[in-house]
């Protein structure tokens, strides 16, 4: 009988390696679970690879990243913080579907 631990985990046991077929029966048990690990893995991922595809058709501007700070759900584009002049005004720029510092 496998040996489990309280996570679930499968430990063959001195009997299960202790000839050539049993060797192998237990490797076989143990790549069998590994593949439908793997299998539940890459259908995972397919599903949220799926969900995320209508998403990417609203993907940032060019030369926008993941930390890019959004007003009201709205984009505004990079800016160096350094060269900022005072009275700079953000302004809402149609085209390119973001706020830009102008």
């Known amino acids: 009988m496998p040996k489990s631990n309280a996570a679930g985990r499968w430990f063959p046991t001195q009997q299960q390696l ?17 593949y439908a690990l793997q299998d539940q893995f890459d259908a995972l ?13 609203q993907a940032p501007p060019p030369g926008c990243g ?9 984009r505004v584009a990079p800016v160096d913080t350094e060269t900022l002049a005072d009275g700079t005004k953000l302004t809402y720029v149609k085209a390119a579907g973001n706020f830009q510092f102008k």
Do not use: C, I, W, Y
């Not at 237990?26 to 790549?31: N, V, W």
């Open 18 to 34: 202790q000839d050539p077929s049993s060797v192998e029966r237990s490797f076989r048990q143990l790549l069998t679970q590994h």
């Open 45 to 57: 991922t397919a599903k949220m690879n799926a969900q995320s595809a209508p998403a990417s058709s």
């Open 66 to 74: 993941p930390t890019d700070t959004q007003l009201l759900g709205l």
